[in-house]
């Protein structure tokens, strides 16, 4: 009697083993992101991706974009998605609000919005601070100066071009984090007018410029005179150990001279400004800041006694003269001859010594210290200042343009004197 129980059971549990009623399908429509929000470089792409998440298929009904600035990439409707399966959507902004709107057969939400916002990339900010518009700009280094910005770039990342119309490219250099951006305009820089530009272009290739319109001046600076370019006669020296010009030791009767021939500069428009030397002897007789007329000199030293090393055409020295103009500062006293007993200082033209243009009485120069000279011709406009005080200010008619060596002289009689120069810095005007 226990086997047929032992079947009955077995069938009962059979039973229980059994699938049961199926599960129910779901449909679920995924859209990412819900929001695109972008800085756009033209007309920028993004992808919305519609996924069917649930277990059965979603169909795509309707796509739909209300704004402005977006559009959206055809898609041919309907489109059914089955379980697992993702529908890439490209939508491009430009500038602007929009909304897309995918409806679909997913019974939770049949409508899906998405924001689109696009802010359109703006272009870089860009300002020159120095130099200023319509600088005249000297013959040394000179920095320029800018600032730049960007709506999206960092400062650092944007490409940056300093550049002159005249002599190219400048630097390519970032910027600071700060957006600063510093650059030397060094020397060597083409004489005449230049135009300036510091150009900025951010990631979305937008490029943003400013510019300044300068005036290079010719010249040179010499911090420490390059005898290698300079031509001595009698017996001037470069000292190298002090690095200084000698135009004359402690020794009577002579004379020295010392010319830059390298390059010339205009006679009438000119600034020189240097450091001189006088003394230690027993006071004679002068140096003077000679402009040598290239196209018409026959030598580069003058007359010796009252003449300097520059001047003739005078009772008291043979000469020769040199052609050009000379600024003198004398410290010994020629009867006769000189304007004063005094120390003074004298403009002469084409080395006339007995006929002054111009003239000036100074303090002691024979002190054993060191004296900046400063001279500017415009012509017809002279002016001549001696450790900050203005001794020579005139127009002087006889002025003509002409090509100019500048240089030094200086000589000594019957007493002595040591005449040196240092630091000569000549800048010439290019630019009006």
Request: aromatic fraction near 6%; charged fraction near 15%.
């Amino acid at each position: 009697m226990l086997l047929p129980l032992i079947l009955l059971l077995g069938c009962s549990d059979y039973g229980f083993k059994g699938k049961g009623p199926a599960a129910e399908a779901t449909v679920d429509l995924e859209v990412s992101p819900l929001l695109v929000d972008l800085v756009a470089c033209g007309a920028q792409a993004h992808t919305v991706t519609l996924s069917s998440v649930g277990t059965a298929a979603v169909e795509i009904t309707a796509l739909s974009l209300d704004g402005t600035g977006w559009t959206l990439d055809p898609v041919s409707l309907p489109v059914t998605l089955a379980a697992g399966e993702a529908l890439d959507l490209t939508v491009r902004g430009s500038g602007g609000s929009a909304t897309l709107t995918v409806e679909s057969s997913d019974p939770g939400e049949p409508a899906i919005a998405v924001a689109l916002q696009a802010l359109a990339d703006g272009p870089p900010s860009v300002g020159i601070t120095a130099p200023t518009d319509g600088l005249i700009l000297s013959s040394g280094v000179v920095e320029l100066r800018g600032t730049v910005g960007d709506d999206v770039d960092a400062a650092d990342a944007l490409s940056l071009t300093w550049a002159s119309d005249v002599d190219g490219t400048l630097s390519t250099d970032p910027a600071a984090p700060t957006g600063e951006s510093i650059v030397e305009w060094g020397t060597g820089r083409t004489a005449g007018p230049h135009t300036l530009t510091l150009a900025a272009t951010d990631s979305c290739g937008q490029v943003a410029t400013a510019t300044v319109e300068v005036c290079q001046d010719e010249g040179y600076t010499v911090d420490e005179l390059d005898i290698s370019s300079w031509h001595f006669e009698g017996v001037a020296t470069w000292n190298a150990a002090e690095s200084w010009l000698e135009l004359t030791p402690l020794a009577n009767d002579v004379v020295g001279t010392a010319f830059a021939i390298d390059e010339t500069v205009s006679g009438d428009a000119v600034d020189i400004a240097f450091r001189f030397f006088i003394g230690g002897g027993s006071g004679a007789d002068g140096i003077s800041l000679t402009m040598l007329d290239s196209s018409r000199m026959r030598t580069f030293l003058g007359g010796t006694g009252c003449g300097i090393g520059y001047g003739g055409d005078a009772a008291c020295t043979a000469g020769p003269a040199l052609p050009g103009w000379s600024i003198e500062v004398d410290t010994h006293f020629n009867e006769g001859q000189d304007p004063t007993d005094l120390d003074h200082v004298m403009f002469t033209f084409d080395g006339d010594v007995d006929d002054p243009a111009l003239w000036a009485v100074l303090p002691e120069m024979e002190d054993t210290g060191w004296h900046l000279m400063e001279v500017s011709v415009a012509a017809p406009r002279v002016t001549v200042a001696i450790d900050g005080v203005l001794y020579l200010d005139a127009d002087l008619a006889g002025f003509t343009a002409f090509p100019g060596y500048v240089g030094f002289t200086a000589g000594t009689g019957g007493l002595t004197n040591q005449h040196l120069v240092d630091s000569l810095e000549v800048t010439a005007h290019t630019c009006e």
